[in-house]
């Protein structure tokens, strides 16, 4: 008989090992990220329902120039470049600027932020009230509102939500303030 190669250190029998109730135990986490994936896959044809207004266009037509043309734009500009900057990366590999492809990162980040912050509430919270705020979350007009725009407003909002689930880690039980 041979032995399996795994990369544990520890001796076979000392393994964690996958258990029905371990797995019962993942069931909520895997029903918040199922749910942001399911939010994101619905609202993505809602991203060319409509052309670019006006901020977008400035926004994507900044996006449209040459990098170094592009910095100095937004160098002048109030909104931090990051937003503009993967445009312009994600117009140079796609080789489109259409609206569904440049309102992409905002529907990205938004999802991604629903779901990192309901998974933090998962192991803050518990269960059910990370699983509530995921419903609230998914049923907010505001968050699909900003889902929908190719602006920096939802970048922010990814990033907020991931800096509040980092601050929500960091307060486990247990550990002192």
């Given at each position: 008989?041979?032995?399996?190669?795994?990369?544990?250190?520890?001796?076979?029998?000392?393994?964690?090992?996958?258990?029905?109730?371990?797995?019962?135990?993942?069931?909520?986490?895997?029903?918040?990220?199922?749910?942001?994936?399911?939010?994101?896959?619905?609202h993505?044809?809602?991203?060319?329902?409509?052309?670019?207004?006006?901020?977008?266009?400035?926004?994507?037509?900044?996006?449209?120039?040459?990098?170094?043309?592009?910095?100095?734009?937004?160098?002048?500009?109030?909104?931090?470049?990051?937003?503009?900057?993967?445009l312009?990366?994600?117009?140079?590999?796609?080789?489109?600027?259409?609206?569904?492809?440049?309102?992409?990162?905002?529907?990205?980040?938004?999802?991604?932020?629903?779901?990192?912050l309901?998974?933090?509430?998962?192991?803050?919270?518990?269960?059910?009230?990370?699983?509530?705020?995921?419903?609230?979350?998914?049923?907010?007009?505001?968050?699909?509102?900003?889902?929908?725009?190719a602006?920096?407003?939802?970048?922010?909002?990814?990033?907020?939500?991931?800096?509040?689930?980092?601050?929500?880690?960091?307060?486990?039980?247990g550990?002192?303030?």
């Open positions: 008989m041979t032995q399996m190669r795994t990369l544990s250190p520890l001796p076979p029998d000392e393994r964690p090992r996958l258990t029905a109730l371990g797995l019962a135990r993942l069931l909520p986490g895997v029903l918040i990220v199922a749910a942001g994936v399911w939010w994101a896959w619905l993505v044809p809602a991203l060319a329902a409509e052309s670019f207004w006006t901020d977008e266009l400035i926004s994507v037509g900044d996006a449209t120039y040459d990098l170094i043309r592009m910095l100095k734009i937004q160098g002048a500009d109030i909104h931090p470049p990051l937003h503009t900057f993967l312009w990366l994600l117009q140079r590999l796609t080789q489109s600027a259409s609206e569904t492809t440049m309102r992409l990162p905002s529907l990205v980040a938004v999802a991604s932020g629903m779901t990192i309901g998974l933090a509430a998962w192991r803050r919270l518990g269960a059910w009230p990370a699983l509530v705020f995921m419903v609230l979350a998914m049923s907010s007009p505001l968050l699909a509102g900003f889902a929908g725009q602006r920096p407003h939802p970048l922010s909002f990814g990033f907020v939500c991931l800096a509040t689930s980092a601050w929500l880690f960091l307060l486990r039980p550990r002192p303030d």
